[in-house]
């Protein structure tokens, strides 16, 4: 079974990280919510409190597939400012292994050269920050082994994306019908 972390610090937006966990979630992949805080709880741009599976120093990142970034504002910035996160993502993106970031969170990406030839999408106001990257206005970009979403409105997108890359398009799309959600590409 796969295994994806989504790692949540203070200011997130909560749509696009809920909405990726349900989903996830929902198509049978092991899916732990990260606060990359001390602090299990871990708070919204928008004062949504959510309580994490795991503390950042308790994922085995060895039995880890993939690292999923949310966006929001302070959210991002945080997450670019934890460290040990950042050497975590660049070791997956050194080994190939899945990342999916959306809205803001693709910016991290585009600054630490992880998007120089790939095709991307992100918040439209940071599409300056994905660096080297042909971007697009899709709701979300699969390229190889990295995922990034255009932003809330395409969170769903975002998350069938991700069911897609680990369980293929018809999974996704079943999915995607089971919850009423009738634009996924198929």
């Known amino acids: 079974m796969s295994k994806v972390c989504i790692f949540f610090a203070p200011g997130y937006e909560e749509v696009e990280a809920l909405a990726v966990v349900d989903l996830l979630r929902r198509a049978g992949i092991d899916t732990d919510m990260v606060s990359v805080t001390k602090e299990r709880e871990v708070t919204s741009s928008h004062g949504v409190t959510v309580r994490m599976d795991k503390l950042f120093d308790e994922v085995d990142f060895e039995a880890t597939d ?17 460290l040990p996160l950042m050497e975590k993502l660049d070791a997956f993106y050194k080994e190939e292994k899945c990342i999916g970031a959306i809205c803001a969170a693709p910016s991290i990406l585009g600054h630490r050269g992880m998007l120089k030839g790939r095709r991307a999408c992100s918040f439209p106001e940071l599409e300056s920050h994905l660096e080297g990257a042909e971007v697009t206005e899709n709701p979300a970009e699969i390229s ?29 799309a079943a999915l995607a019908d089971k919850v009423i959600y009738g634009h996924y590409r198929k």
């Open 66 to 82: 993939m690292i999923v970034l949310p966006g929001g504002m302070p959210g991002t910035k945080n997450l670019e400012e934890h």
């Open 144 to 172: 190889d082994f990295i995922i990034t979403g255009r932003g809330m409105g395409c969170a769903v997108d975002f998350g069938l994306a991700i069911v897609e890359k680990f369980q293929g398009k018809e999974a996704a």
